[in-house]
Nanobody, 123 residues
């Protein structure tokens, strides 16, 4: 059973940056596909970025501003978010699935989820 704990969210002004962290326990992320999703009020959960041994994947509209990375030694996945906009305001979730193939891009593909961290971007 993998446990995921996100951190790093908060309030930031438009144009600012945040780095989210997702610390995993109970499993070694090197053999897991990892994903970052977000959900804004009244909207469906959407993929931000995904990472696996097979590579990385970004939602097209975010790939120029967001970057996913992982530190297998720390068993932690990161999401660097730059040039933040008010429309990036959402709860951001980390997800994991034991998988070494291509990145998984659907929320239904993931078994393990963190509790989420709120990101609020003010204009």
């Amino acid at each position: 059973q993998v446990q995921l704990v996100e951190s790093g969210g908060g309030l930031v002004q438009a144009g600012g940056s945040l780095r989210l962290s997702c610390a995993a326990s109970g499993g070694t992320i090197s053999i897991y596909a990892m994903g970052w999703f977000r959900q804004a009020p009244g909207k469906e959960r959407e993929l931000v970025a995904a990472s696996s041994r097979g590579g990385t994947y970004y939602t097209d509209s975010l790939k120029d501003r967001f970057a996913i990375s992982r530190d297998n030694n720390k068993n932690t996945v990161y999401l660097q978010m730059n040039s933040l906009k008010p429309e990036d305001t959402a709860v951001y979730y980390c997800a994991a699935e034991r998988w070494i193939g291509p990145p998984k891009i659907r929320s239904n593909d993931y078994t393990y989820w963190g509790q989420g961290t709120q990101v609020t971007v003010s204009s």
